[in-house]
């Protein structure tokens, strides 16, 4: 290793194994270390691409051809996280007219690598040709350092985001980047000296050696990159240690190398690769650890023999190897070839192969070799246990059982058979036509290769050895004979048969196994889960996107458990749901695969359905082991209720009974205002529940709502002096209830209230603050309250309404004396409670203030000088509505009485 951290900290680590892999490719191919990786589609692009290869000891990427983008990875991967790497290599760039460059790929191993755009983008970045066509950038860049002789890797142009401009014999740094987007510019050298190629080189040149570190060891990633222009005279920094700003690092990473070339040309090239590291991962072997053959040990030369072929990554086989690899197999007489290119699916259970052998004879199974792979051990198992011979006998028995569900009879055939020397057809063998036997059978697992029951064939049960059961069959004229086969697990099976003769037949042993193992799926899933609540109501409720379980177990038609059940299961969200006018959401995390399940049964803690009711839970497994038989089962769970309210507030309308225009920016004690509020149901995730509708809606608003549900207006105001008064208990209700109908998860609130005065004034309060606690009748509440009403320093309620102003304010009569013959004109002043005592409205913060009806109780008058006096009672005027303004008082003119008349009003 070249030394230690960014910072020159030495960070101990153990093991550290320092040197992974070398390469001088000194050699005429490739060899399974590396992959060719497939240029892009450029339909620009007249001029035929050359792949990388192996030219005069040097790996080329791209010769002086115009327009290429090429790249080759290393195969295997390494650990980018808490890892030192350095990468060294001797650099060419020569024999063209100085374009374009090498870049040095560090991508995501989850994704598969595919070359960028060419040109200036030198197969890392995305680029933009003739007639418009987008060329993604490399699948899975996470970072690209460039050896550009030409400069455009550091030109903001054609899918390169950022960047200094056209750079010419530079290093320069582009970040990760996905399809048409991303491969920012991130650093880079000014023109180094010397420069990067010998454009007029005809010979490989100039050689200098690269070394790029790379450290994720602390909380910042950094590189750096360095260069050797004569041999042994040592590194000189070119770019010192960077920190890199670029994303998240993935778990693991490739090594790639692109080159590109545009208009102008140089070839490409690199020697001695060199590959350092604390932590090496796979570098350089992408292969599996070991072969697998799974066989029944039997085969006839007359009939096509399948056996199953599986590649693991690792010695406990619990990894599958998973992809395409080329597979040379021994010259056994495969009825496809010798050499074939197989698909390992991800479920681990391997490729079936058909050996067609015609020679009784003993053959052994093998691999030559695989491709990406090196020379891993082949294993054997089934029919001969750790043993990889397959015996190919002239005659025997052919068995083929049905695949079927467990618990339940699959029909089975068994035929003797023998190789007819002038066809070469499988015949009848005369000896078991239409006669009665005793037929010895066996089985051993396949898929999975244990289980803790066993298979009956007509009610007797088989054991794993030769001598375990035997069962009496009756032959038909084609020397063949029915039987059921019922199997109380899952999975798949071959079955094998012995018989040996006696007498005549003395020297008569037959033996047979199915062609290929015979597949047994559950009859059905049983689903059962906490929230089994399919009504609108009740107490048993899941919270809207928040994680629930539920239990997936496989079973036989009789409802037993089958234990050895594995496979990829998908949950859905189905119909029926409620509320059935509402929506139906998709379920969360549904995919289970094989690993969740154990012993049959698989419990998922993670699932999530975003909105508000009950659903269909359906559970479904699609062509068990590769069969048509799916396996599914279903439960309708529920029921789900929102997370949470949020609350928007509405409009608030002052004095709402006075019917002042314009509206009164204030209401007095004891006088009626009115506020609106509008909910919307929300799940965990804050999105809106739509389905929080009709029965499914427990909040209706009402202030009478019966417990549980609570609802409890609450308010608090300051006076001017900044203190704040709980006024909560003077609150008086008129009404409360829904402005509009619940939809789309979405309610309206009206309420109706004033706040009572007290004997003595009080107020004014300048900053009147009404709140709601609400609780629906499953608990939901409203999210993050605002408003802290009794002052103890926590948030209870939520502010549902804007700021408005409560005062004490009377309406004061004075004295008025005049002439009988005259309308009197009578004084009247609005007066309001200002905190220390009652004051006019000229100096009110009200900006105006309306009386709508004015009347007289009852007034008195006198006829004449001892006359008698009549009195009126309850006469009540309505008078019109009277405003007063700050700025000047009004009066009340009453009529001249009957002359010589003398009144008083009381």
């Known amino acids: 290793m070249a030394g230690d951290s960014w910072d020159g900290e030495s960070r101990d680590c153990l093991p550290c194994k320092g040197f992974c892999f070398f390469d001088d490719f000194d050699r005429g191919s490739l060899g399974s270390d590396w992959t060719v990786l497939t240029p892009p589609v450029d339909p620009c692009n007249t001029y035929e691409n050359s792949p990388p290869k192996i030219v005069d000891g040097l790996l080329q990427f791209t010769a002086a051809e115009k327009w290429k983008a090429s790249g080759i990875t290393l195969n295997g991967k390494f650990p980018?996280?808490?890892?030192?790497?350095?990468?060294e290599f001797n650099h060419y760039a020569y024999g063209g007219k100085g374009a374009d460059g090498m870049v040095v790929v560090l991508s995501d191993a989850d994704k598969i690598p595919i070359i960028g755009g060419n040109g200036g983008s030198m197969g890392y970045a995305a680029s933009k040709r003739c007639k418009n066509i987008n060329i993604p950038g490399f699948n899975g860049a996470w970072l690209g350092i460039a050896l550009d002789e030409y400069g455009g890797f550091s030109k903001p142009k054609l899918g390169r985001p950022g960047g200094p401009g056209k750079t010419r014999d530079s290093v320069s740094i582009r970040g990760q980047g996905d399809g048409m987007t991303g491969y920012d510019y991130l650093a880079g050298t000014k023109i180094l000296d010397p420069g990067i190629d010998n454009k007029n080189?005809?010979?490989?040149?100039?050689?200098?050696?690269?070394?790029?570190?790379?450290?994720?060891?602390?909380?910042?990633?950094?590189?750096?990159?360095?260069?050797?222009?004569?041999?042994?005279?040592?590194?000189?920094?070119?770019?010192?240690?960077?920190?890199?700003?670029?994303?998240?690092?993935?778990?693991?990473?490739?090594?790639?190398?692109?080159?590109?070339?545009?208009?102008?040309?140089?070839?490409?090239?690199i020697d001695n690769l060199t590959i350092n590291a604390i932590n090496c991962g796979t570098i350089g072997d992408d292969g599996p650890d070991h072969f697998e053959f799974i066989h029944d040990g039997h085969g006839l030369t007359c009939a096509a023999e399948t056996v199953t072929l599986k590649a693991w990554l690792d010695a406990a086989e619990t990894s599958p190897y998973v992809g395409d690899m080329e597979v040379t197999l021994p010259d056994l007489g495969w009825l496809t070839d010798t050499v074939q290119t197989l698909t390992f699916p991800v479920t681990g259970v391997g490729v079936q192969l058909k050996l067609q052998h015609t020679k009784a004879e003993t053959v052994t199974l093998d691999v030559v070799s695989g491709d990406p792979a090196t020379s891993p051990p082949v294993y054997c198992s089934g029919g001969n246990p750790n043993a990889c011979d397959l015996i190919f006998a002239d005659s025997g028995f052919l068995i083929a059982v049905a695949n079927g569900r467990s618990c339940s009879d699959l029909t089975g055939t068994i035929q003797a058979v023998q190789k007819d020397e002038e066809t070469s057809f499988c015949v009848g063998d005369d000896s078991f036509v239409g006669t009665t036997r005793d037929i010895g059978f066996w089985f051993n697992y396949s898929a999975p290769d244990s289980g803790g029951k066993n298979p009956y064939v007509n009610s007797a049960e088989l054991g794993q050895s030769e001598t375990a059961s035997t069962a009496n069959l009756t032959f038909d004229e084609n020397a063949a004979a029915d039987f059921a086969l019922n199997y109380a697990d899952a999975g798949s099976l071959n079955l094998h048969a012995r018989f040996e003769g006696s007498g005549v037949e003395a020297e008569l042993e037959m033996t047979g196994s199915t062609t290929q193992p015979f597949i047994v799926a559950p009859d059905h899933f049983v689903v059962t889960s906490p929230l089994n609540n399919t009504t609108s109501g009740g107490s048993t409720t899941g919270v809207a996107a928040a994680p629930f379980s539920a239990t997936i177990t496989a079973v036989c038609y009789g409802g037993t458990v089958t234990h050895n059940f594995a496979a990829d299961t998908f949950l859905t969200a189905e119909e029926p749901h409620q509320p059935s006018s509402g929506v139906l959401s998709g379920l969360g995390n549904g995919l289970l695969d094989l690993n969740t399940f154990s012993d049959g049964v698989s419990t998922p803690n993670n699932l999530t359905?975003?909105?508000?009711?009950?659903?269909?839970?359906?559970?479904?497994?699609?062509?068990?082991?590769?069969?048509?038989?799916?396996?599914?089962?279903?439960?309708?769970?529920?029921?789900?209720?929102?997370?949470?309210?949020?609350l928007t507030q509405g409009t608030l309308i002052n004095r709402i009974d006075s019917g002042c225009l314009p509206d009164s920016?204030?209401?007095?004690?004891?006088?009626?205002?009115?506020?609106?509020?509008?909910?919307?149901?929300?799940?965990?995730?804050?999105?809106?529940?739509?389905?929080?509708?009709?029965?499914?809606?427990?909040?209706?608003?009402?202030?009478?709502?019966?417990?549980?549900?609570?609802?409890?207006?609450?308010?608090?105001?300051?006076?001017?002096?900044g203190i704040s008064t709980n006024l909560t208990s003077r609150l008086d209700y008129h009404s409360a209830g829904q402005d509009s109908p619940w939809s789309d998860g979405a309610g309206s609130f009206r309420v109706k209230l004033?706040?009572?005065?007290?004997?003595?004034?009080?107020?004014?309060?300048?900053?009147?603050?009404?709140?709601?606690?609400?609780?629906?009748?499953?608990?939901?509440?409203?999210?993050?309250?605002?408003?802290?009403?009794?002052?103890?320093?926590?948030?209870?309620?939520?502010?549902?309404?804007?700021?408005?102003?409560?005062?004490?304010?009377r309406l004061r009569i004075d004295n008025a004396h005049g002439s009988e013959l005259l309308p009197l004109p009578i004084p009247m002043t609005v007066e309001y409670y200002n905190g220390?005592?009652?004051?006019?409205?000229?100096?009110?913060?009200?900006?105006?203030?309306?009386?709508?009806?004015?009347?007289?109780?009852?007034?008195?008058?006198?006829?004449?000088?001892?006359?008698?006096?009549?009195?009126?009672?309850?006469?009540?005027?309505?008078?019109?509505?009277?405003?007063?303004?700050?700025?000047?008082?009004?009066?009340w003119r009453w009529a001249a009485p009957i002359l010589h008349k003398m009144c008083k009003f009381e």
């Open 665 to 721: 920016s204030f209401t007095y004690l004891d006088e009626n205002l009115e506020f609106t509020y509008q909910l919307e149901a929300q799940n965990s995730a804050g999105a809106a529940t739509k389905n929080y509708i009709a029965n499914f809606a427990k909040f209706d608003g009402s202030g009478t709502q019966l417990s549980p549900v609570i609802y409890i207006g609450g308010a608090v105001a300051k006076d001017p002096d």
């Open 836 to 891: 220390r005592l009652l004051a006019s409205t000229k100096a009110a913060k009200a900006s105006s203030t309306c009386v709508k009806q004015l009347g007289v109780n009852r007034y008195l008058c006198r006829m004449g000088k001892g006359a008698t006096r009549r009195a009126h009672q309850n006469n009540t005027e309505l008078m019109g509505t009277l405003r007063f303004a700050p700025s000047y008082l009004y009066g």
């Open 201 to 269: 080189s005809t010979d490989p040149a100039p050689g200098y050696k690269y070394r790029i570190s790379f450290d994720t060891r602390s909380a910042q990633s950094r590189i750096k990159v360095e260069r050797e222009i004569l041999k042994d005279d040592g590194f000189v920094d070119i770019l010192e240690w960077l920190p890199i700003e670029n994303g998240a690092v993935p778990n693991e990473f490739r090594l790639s190398f692109t080159a590109g070339t545009g208009g102008q040309t140089n070839y490409h090239s």
């Open 609 to 646: 359905y975003s909105e508000v009711g009950n659903f269909t839970l359906q559970a479904e497994s699609k062509e068990y082991l590769g069969s048509d038989m799916d396996i599914s089962g279903s439960l309708v769970v529920g029921r789900f209720i929102p997370a949470h309210f949020e």
């Open 754 to 809: 004033n706040v009572n005065r007290l004997a003595n004034p009080d107020g004014y309060f300048d900053d009147a603050r009404f709140g709601v606690y609400v609780k629906d009748e499953d608990g939901v509440q409203i999210a993050n309250p605002d408003l802290d009403v009794n002052g103890d320093g926590t948030m209870d309620y939520t502010q549902a309404a804007p700021v408005t102003t409560l005062g004490y304010g």
């Open 80 to 87: 980018a996280q808490n890892n030192y790497v350095e990468i």
